[in-house]
Each structure stands twice: as C-alpha cells, then as structure tokens.
C-alpha cells in the first residue's frame, strides 16, 4: 500500500515560516513528479509548486521568492520551505506524487496565516 504523509503545518503571523514535509511509504515506480498543491476555503485546489525526476522546479507566480520545493529521495521526502509568509497563503496544502502508475495524494495539513 503507498501513501503520503505529511506534517508541518500551523498557525504563523505574517512574515513568518514554515517548513512542511511529506514523507512517501511504499514502493514508488518511476516517480515522474513531486508537487504540493492548496486549497483555500471556497477556492479550487491550485499547484503551488513541482519538482520533475529531472529536479526542474516551477512555481505559482504567488509564491515565486518565497516558497522553495525540495526533495530527499533516498529519504522518500519533499519539503516545502515557506517564507515570507501572507494571509492569503492560508489553505489546507497537499503533497501530491506522480508516478509510473498514478497520482498519489497526502491527506493536507492547515497552514493559517494570521494578520
């Protein structure tokens, strides 16, 4: 069986950081993609940031600067790193990985930006 988990989140004022992580179980075949996405209340799920197999990264133009993805693959990990911080970056955020097979989705985690 293969999921994603993840941690990280939580509640931080404007211009702070946060880190999250989402860490793969399971044998993956062939990752292709690694992704994080949100979700903020009453918006659709957008990609907020990707990483290929090749380690070509693209970006939301929102959180261009100030969001960076990264991988560990022999630890089966992505990370987020957020800084910078805005309360409209306030969403429920996803790890998302593409592989041979399929999509793979983490369960979210709350990030909430105060003001």
């Known amino acids: 069986q293969l999921y994603l988990v993840q941690s990280g989140g939580g509640l931080v004022q404007a211009g702070g950081s946060l880190r999250l992580s989402c860490v793969m179980s399971g044998t993956f075949r062939s990752i292709k993609t690694m992704a994080w996405y949100r979700q903020a209340p009453g918006k659709e799920r957008e990609v907020v940031a990707s990483?290929?197999?090749?380690?070509?990264?693209d970006y939301v133009d929102s959180v261009k600067g100030r969001f960076t993805i990264s991988r560990d693959l022999a630890k089966g990990t992505v990370f987020l790193q957020m800084t910078s911080l805005k309360p409209e970056d306030t969403a429920v955020y996803y790890c998302?990985?593409?592989?041979?097979?399929?999509?793979?989705w983490g369960r979210g985690t709350q990030v909430t930006v105060s003001a």
């Open positions: 990483i290929t197999s090749g380690s070509k990264t």
């Open positions: 998302k990985v593409t592989d041979f097979v399929g999509d793979y």
